[in-house]
């Protein structure tokens, strides 16, 4: 089975067994809904599944709950652990729209056939992501992930075609 992270547990809350999370899915009110079963990679590389009691904003993060533990020793072990929906879970994106692992290793090259390197991470800014490019023996390459920049993704093929705009480079 595949797993996909979620989120990271940086820290525990209170005494009953809730914990702090910074999120990194853009699906916040169905990973982290009622009910919702999800993964903790602990440590050791064992998963411990659990299932959302509850979950409630805090700040940045997001503070949830998990189902029978009640106790912040139940929970102590968490710390800095992965957070991970089994890849089953995932729902079909519409038409244009990807998740993280499937643009993470991408090749990436330009409209004109220019290969630039690969896409190594995503950081999400706000208003768009910024994709991170992996290049040999360059500095990395931020790509803002935007219509002008991002002309083509193409899955089969493992690669994305850009067009840099003046001053990306």
């Known amino acids: 089975m595949q797993y996909y992270e979620v989120g990271r547990i940086i820290n525990t809350h209170g005494i009953h067994g ?7 899915t853009d699906f916040v009110e169905e990973r982290f809904a ?6 903790i990679k602990l440590a ?15 700040k940045q993060f997001l503070l949830v709950k998990f189902k029978g533990l ?20 995932l729902k079909p994106l519409p038409k244009g729209q990807y998740y993280y692992h499937q643009i993470i290793g991408l090749d990436v090259e330009t409209v ?5 390197g690969t896409i ?5 800014t706000g208003a768009n992501d910024v994709w991170v490019v992996a290049r040999p023996k360059q500095k990395d390459l931020l790509l ?26």
């Open 18 to 24: 809730e914990v702090k999370v910074m999120v990194i």
């Open 34 to 39: 009622e009910g919702s079963q999800l993964s």
């Open 44 to 58: 050791d590389g064992q998963r411990q599944d659990v299932i959302v009691e509850s979950a409630r904003p805090q």
């Open 70 to 89: 009640d106790n912040i020793n139940d929970v102590l072990a968490f710390h800095n652990c992965e957070l991970e929906v089994a890849g089953d879970q």
């Open 112 to 116: 004109d056939g220019e290969k630039l």
């Open 120 to 124: 190594k991470e995503i950081m999400p």
């Open 144 to 169: 803002p992930n935007i219509p002008d920049v991002v002309k083509k993704v193409d899955l089969d093929a493992h690669k994305v075609t850009v067009e840099l705009m003046e001053g990306l480079e």
